[in-house]
């Protein structure tokens, strides 16, 4: 069992790893996005963590990303260096890629 310091997290990374998105590719890019955040040296402040399905088939790979509730859609490992840049180190929303965010009341396309 592993126990990590969570104390320096400001983001926490859920990948879907339900059956549809490992058949897009989820489980290639969950393992690149974390290549590339330890080659970025921002593990301790980047937590993931895999999932099963999280209601959206059809346009996995899903990545969500806390504490914004960002679901993201398409999550390929060709795009997992973008992703990365964008979203984790710029601290950009990625609109193309956005399927929903949360505002507290609902969900939003
Ligand atoms: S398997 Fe990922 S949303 Fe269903």
């Known amino acids: ?41 921002m593990d301790e402040e ?9 209601g959206r088939c059809n346009d996995g790979p899903i990545v969500i990303v806390l504490p914004e509730c960002h679901y993201y859609k398409g999550i390929t490992p060709e795009l997992a260096p973008h992703f990365v840049e964008q979203v984790l180190k710029q601290d950009e929303v990625w609109p193309e890629q956005l399927l929903y965010e949360w505002n507290a009341k609902e969900m939003h396309i």
Not at 18 to 39: D, L, Q, Y
Not at 46 to 54: D, E, V
């Open 1 to 41: 069992m592993a126990i990590k310091d969570l104390s320096k997290v400001r983001r926490h990374l859920f990948f879907c790893n339900g059956g549809s998105c490992k058949n897009n590719g989820a489980e290639e890019s969950t393992v690149e996005i974390r290549r590339i955040i330890t080659e970025q040296g």
């Open 46 to 54: 980047i937590h993931t963590t895999k999932t099963l399905c999280n």
